[in-house]
């Protein structure tokens, strides 16, 4: 399966993208996991309730976004719980990364980009690679 997804992945990577492409919400859409490779697949999103979210914003701010829905303990519903990391990022043209460093964590992160589609994008790490938390 990842053999598939890598060689439909290397087709998309024809067309440089530039770093307004990657200004927006993305939404992480599922993680793919084979051997020692894993790949973060996100979309564009416009709005999110439950789970994961990365904002590229036009200024060089990030920010990761954690939601999570919890029980509170009473019979009248569920709150959000939220949690995330904010920083700067740098995007590489050339080599199509982008380097995130957080104000409140380390290490800085530096993810090499595949484009799916004008509205997705995989991140590939090594499982063993804490440098792409």
Known sequence: MLTLFLAQLSFAQEKEI???FLIDRWKVYK???EGDT?????????????GSELRFFTTGKFRMTFN?????????????HQGGI????LFNTQDQSVTLESYNT????????????????GVIKAKDNSTYD
Do not use: A, Q
């Open 18 to 20: 530039s770093k307004s």
């Open 31 to 33: 993680i793919i996991k």
């Open 38 to 50: 894993e790949i973060t697949v996100y979309k564009r999103s416009r709005t999110l309730k439950i």
């Open 68 to 80: 999570s829905e919890r029980s509170i303990g009473r019979r009248c519903g569920n709150e959000i």
């Open 86 to 89: 904010s920083g700067y990022y």
């Open 106 to 121: 380390r290490p800085i992160m530096h993810w090499n980009l595949v484009w799916i589609d004008e509205n997705s994008f």
